[in-house]
């Protein structure tokens, strides 16, 4: 399995607070990514990043803000919950561009936001 | 707009048969297609790449096929067994981006 930690793990939070999802690696990846997938929707990405504080837009940002200090780490925050964010977030990684890019995926974070 | 297809509704088949499971798409020129499998209450799993250029690839068990005039990937599964019962997505990447669109998956359910 591919050195991705993701915590916390299960989180339940109220409407209207901030939450911050963790992605950690070990495999000095460059690209980072944070997918959320929902029933009807499969996985879709809301930000990804290129390197250490280059990041970038997915399909589904709004609401959500995303950081990345050192390789090894890239945040995802919601600031300020709703209900429409509750979901299954996936943090991936992947090493290369171009023809040939494999995701490798985190084991998930389940998010409700009640 | 931009859509890749696949078959919501389960695939049921019996133990020891060939499991083919369909990946469409429109309005895409594909650099590569792959294919993903996911279990349960976990993260996907990469398990084959093709290329435009491509038409088939192998890998053990799995056989993957890429039709660029039709716009269709099918993924075989051959001598199913009930531990292959799980999602399986395929996911496009167009030349312009090397960050893959992925589809909704398609549930595979083995009988033994």
């Known amino acids: 399995d591919a050195g991705i930690t993701q915590s916390p793990r299960h989180k339940v939070t109220e409407t209207g607070t901030p939450v911050t999802l963790r992605c950690h690696q070990t495999e000095n990846h460059r690209y980072m990514y944070w997918y959320r997938q929902d029933p009807g929707h499969g996985l879709r990405l809301i930000h990804y990043?290129?390197?250490?504080?280059?990041?970038d837009k997915g399909e589904v940002s709004d609401g959500y803000s995303v950081s990345r200090s050192k390789t090894e780490d890239f945040l995802l925050t919601l600031e300020s919950a709703t209900s429409s964010q509750t979901s299954v977030y996936f943090c991936a990684i992947s090493d290369r561009q171009g023809s040939g890019n494999t995701i490798y995926f985190g084991e998930g974070s389940w998010l409700t936001v009640v | 707009s931009q859509k890749i297809e696949q078959n919501s509704e389960a695939l049921n088949i019996q133990e020891g048969k060939t499991a083919t499971l369909t990946c469409n798409y429109t309005n895409y020129s594909p650099a590569y297609l792959q294919w993903y499998r996911q279990d349960p209450g976990r993260g996907p799993v990469f398990l084959l790449l093709i290329r435009e250029n491509e038409k088939e690839k192998r890998k053990e068990r799995l056989k993957v096929t890429f039709d660029t005039t039709l716009k269709q990937s099918l993924f075989h599964i051959t001598a199913s067994q009930p531990a292959d019962s799980a999602t399986y997505l395929c996911?496009?990447?167009?030349?312009?981006?090397?960050?893959?669109?992925f589809g909704r998956g398609t549930s595979l359910i083995v009988h033994p």
């Open positions: 990043s290129y390197g250490v504080k280059d990041t």
């Open positions: 996911a496009l990447a167009s030349g312009g981006s090397y960050i893959p669109t």
